[in-house]
Nanobody, 115 residues
């Protein structure tokens, strides 16, 4: 059964950093491109970063240079390191396949950037 467990969110001041983690089932990260998504209140879910099976990364323009996606195949884990956070980064963050997401979204982890 496909499932994702995200963690690491919280409240942080502008300019701060957070590290999000996602554990995926069924060894998905070793088979598929994986991605981090976010959904802000009243907005559609958007893809912010992807990492291929081979480790090639790609980022949305809004986070390029501030976020870094990585993975640990042995732990079935995908990580999103976020720095220089802005209030507009406030959202619930999810992980899933990075090209065609599955229908099994996790609970997500809330990131709030506020002073």
């Amino acid at each position: 059964q496909v499932h994702f467990v995200e963690s690491g969110g919280g409240l942080v001041q502008p300019g701060g950093s957070l590290r999000l983690s996602c554990v995926a089932s069924l060894r998905l990260i070793s088979i598929y491109t994986m991605g981090w998504y976010r959904q802000a209140p009243g907005k559609q879910r958007e893809l912010v970063a992807t990492i291929t099976v081979g480790g090639t990364t790609n980022y949305a323009d809004s986070v390029k240079g501030r976020f870094t996606i990585s993975k640990d195949n042995a732990k079935d884990m995908v990580v999103l390191q976020m720095s220089s956070l802005k209030p507009e980064d406030t959202a619930v963050y999810y992980c899933n396949r990075g090209t065609t997401p599955t229908d099994s979204w996790g609970q997500g982890t809330q990131v709030t950037v506020s002073s």
